[in-house]
């Protein structure tokens, strides 16, 4: 932008080379040419801290699943989770669930048009409200995501780090300059589609960019300098150690509370390596502790290593036999002993399914040991599978 304010014409030729670009241009999504507030409300919170190419796929069998927000409201958790599975950041999956069930009980299945109504369903915060006030109900609230924010520091060169709440204020005041009132879901589509497509991260396609001449970075030629981060600290790294029980062809899987990172979903039993523990002598531990059954560690299955969002961890992975003992919980909420054809039924973190492969081979094995007794369930015709 050449001034620190704009003219009223300025402000109406960005918005107009904006939505000509998009209207044009934009990606054909299947959450957008809707103005169903279940469906983009749906499609919103799968977006945040994921990218579209891999929300598609897992958006378009949860709306097959779950078209309409009684019939998510009527399922159970667990039933959203498995849908929601390896998608990740759960707690957006039990939020959307809690709220379509407030949805049914306080709005009889209508979702509310009213900003201040929507904002207090759990999980929806100014983001999503905002975008689903504006596409679906076309009302004046901009959005400010990660995409606006990179596209907003270049077309104003802002010297702060963007991600900094304490600079949000800042940030919004620069996209409320430029926010088209009058088509405020076009508006808010297009600007986050240019962040995503033209104004990228890296080696941005100012070419192409339909309002690169009212960029102060790109004329200034500094457009990679932008936009500017605060230091990331290095993330905390934790040791822990599992253990896959298996008692007579099936095997030992625990549920964690609700609550908190994962919650809802189905592990194995295990924890943290304590210090000058082995991590086998943790997973014996960790299994007493957490279930209260006794085992003995016969095979060390894989090291997986996996990053969450704050921090990574290091899991090395115990086939235990069971020795003795009746499950009692400490910390897992639910807990089942489940054959190989059960398996997939579950829920589980991406962690454990790096591993799943290795713990039904092992099942496998275990029946073709043992197929006369048919202890998984499956009729047995010489090697083969039926």
């Not at 904002?119 to 400010?144: D, H, K, N, T």
Request: with cysteine; net charge positive; aromatic share 10%.
């Amino acid at each position: 932008m050449s001034k620190s304010r704009l003219t009223r014409q300025q402000r109406e030729d960005f918005q107009e080379a904006l939505l000509s670009w998009y209207g044009k241009s934009h990606r054909r999504l299947p959450w957008r040419e809707i103005r169903d507030p279940y469906r983009i409300w749906v499609s919103e919170v799968m977006l945040q801290q994921t990218q579209v190419r891999t929300v598609i796929p897992y958006y378009q069998k949860f709306i097959e699943k779950f078209p309409e927000v009684r019939a998510l409201a009527s399922v159970d958790l667990e039933e959203v989770l498995k849908s929601w599975e390896l998608l990740g950041y759960y707690a957006r999956a039990r939020n959307l669930h809690r709220a379509a069930k407030i949805v049914m009980e306080k709005y009889g299945g209508v979702i509310p048009d009213s900003y201040s109504r929507f904002i207090e369903l759990p999980g929806v915060g100014e983001y999503v409200a905002a975008a689903v006030m504006s596409i679906a109900f076309r009302q004046p609230y901009p959005v400010l995501d990660g995409n606006v924010k990179r596209v907003l520091t270049r077309l104003w060169t802002l010297n702060f780090p963007v991600n900094d709440l304490k600079n949000r204020k800042k940030i919004s005041a620069k996209l409320h300059a430029i926010f088209n009132e009058n088509k405020p879901g076009e508006f808010n589509q297009a600007i986050m589609e240019l962040g995503a497509v033209i104004c990228k991260p890296r080696r941005p396609d100012c070419q192409a960019c339909p309002v690169s001449k009212f960029c102060r970075a790109y004329q200034a030629g500094r457009q990679e300098k932008f936009p500017l981060k605060g230091v990331k600290k290095p993330l905390p790294e934790h040791a822990i150690a599992v253990g896959v029980i298996e008692n007579e062809g099936k095997i030992l899987i625990t549920r964690r509370k609700e609550e908190g990172l994962l919650g809802g979903l189905w592990e194995f039993p295990g924890g943290k390596i304590g210090t000058g523990e082995t991590a086998a002598d943790a997973c014996v531990r960790e299994i007493t502790e957490e279930v209260n059954l006794a085992v003995s560690v016969t095979e060390h299955l894989a090291r997986v290593k996996h990053a969450y969002s704050h921090f990574r961890i290091i899991m090395d992975v115990y086939l235990c036999k069971f020795r003795e003992g009746a499950v009692e919980l400490n910390g897992p909420v639910d807990f089942r002993w489940i054959s190989l054809l059960e398996i997939d039924r579950y829920p589980y973190p991406a962690a454990t399914h790096k591993i799943l492969p290795l713990v039904k081979e092992k099942l496998a094995l275990y029946h073709q040991k043992n197929s006369g007794k048919d202890k998984l369930g499956f009729f047995s015709a010489g090697k083969q599978w039926i």
